[in-house]
């Protein structure tokens, strides 16, 4: 087994195991498998890691499981290179046997310099063509008043 990480030195823990940031924390007892949505939801949009609550190095990891790769993303944040091995040790969902009529899609390569990002297409109203000309304006009205 692995030992805890030094960053999860300061984490609580829970049976001699460390209780991630990220877990729900129900009755003062960790649910280990299971997601705080307030805390998940920081770690994604601060960088954070799921297992120190730290803010992650520019690279960073996740934890796929084979139904997350069939969906094309995975619902839980990212880890430090140290505290992935402990987590994938003895999180409860990634050591449990892995499904045997899942597979995973094959992806294809992200390039060197990052996938590409493309802003969907807009509809375009259709221009007017010599065969259509377009629609002649009214001629302005005199109004009187008073």
């Known amino acids: 087994m692995h030992s805890i990480p030094q960053r999860c030195a300061r984490r609580p823990l829970s049976g001699g195991l460390v209780v991630p940031w ?51 993303h995975s619902p839980e944040p990212a880890l430090h290179s140290e505290c992935l091995p402990y987590a994938a040790a003895h999180c409860p969902c990634s050591t449990a046997p892995p499904p045997t009529t899942a597979t995973a899609p094959s992806w294809p390569p992200i390039p060197p310099d990052g996938p590409a990002l493309t802003r969907p297409a807009r509809a375009r109203p259709a221009r007017p063509t010599k065969a259509t000309p377009p629609a002649a304006a009214a001629p302005p009205t005199a109004t009187r008043h008073g």
């Open 22 to 72: 990220v877990s729900l924390i129900h009755g003062g007892h960790a649910a280990f498998g299971s997601l705080d949505a307030d805390r998940a939801r920081t770690a994604f949009l601060r960088r954070l890691c799921q297992i120190c609550g730290q803010f992650l190095d520019e690279r960073c990891y996740l934890i796929v499981r084979p139904a997350d790769a069939a969906r094309g």
